[in-house]
């Protein structure tokens, strides 16, 4: 298992742009974010692999989020990044950072994952 630290949530007026960010304190094969919004199931936003030897070169994103949202990575420092711009009330949730050593395709359904972080908040006001 991996330990998974987020930041860089916050609040932000309608339109503006937030970057989160996710440390794993070892190696994965696969990394993603997913949210909860008040009231709402969790739901996926992106995955990214490759992020560790022998992991899948892969992104995965959300339809609704798409060209929205961008997810990245930096494979020396086991760290992934979620851009997110002209966002909306609706993207107010908490959102997580999950991770994997399962080498696979990684995309956006969460039983793919097994280690998640605690979470930051993000408000669109």
């Known amino acids: 298992h991996v330990q998974l630290v987020e930041s860089g949530g916050g609040s932000v007026q309608a339109g503006g742009s937030l970057r989160l960010s996710c440390v794993a304190s070892?190696?994965?094969?696969?990394m993603g974010w997913f949210r909860r919004a008040p009231g709402k199931q969790r739901e996926g936003v992106a995955g990214i692999g490759g992020n560790s030897i022998g992991g899948i070169d892969s992104i995965d994103y959300a339809d609704s989020m798409r060209g929205r949202f961008s997810i990245s990575q930096d494979k020396a420092m086991n760290t992934i990044y979620l851009q997110m711009n002209s966002l909306k009330p609706e993207d107010t949730a908490m959102y997580y950072c999950?991770?994997?050593?399962?080498?696979?395709?990684?995309?956006?359904?969460?039983?793919?994952?097994?280690?998640w972080g605690k979470g930051t908040q993000v408000t669109v006001s």
């Open positions: 999950a991770a994997t050593r399962r080498v696979q395709r990684c995309g956006i359904s969460s039983s793919g994952y097994d280690d």
């Open positions: 070892g190696y994965t094969a696969c």
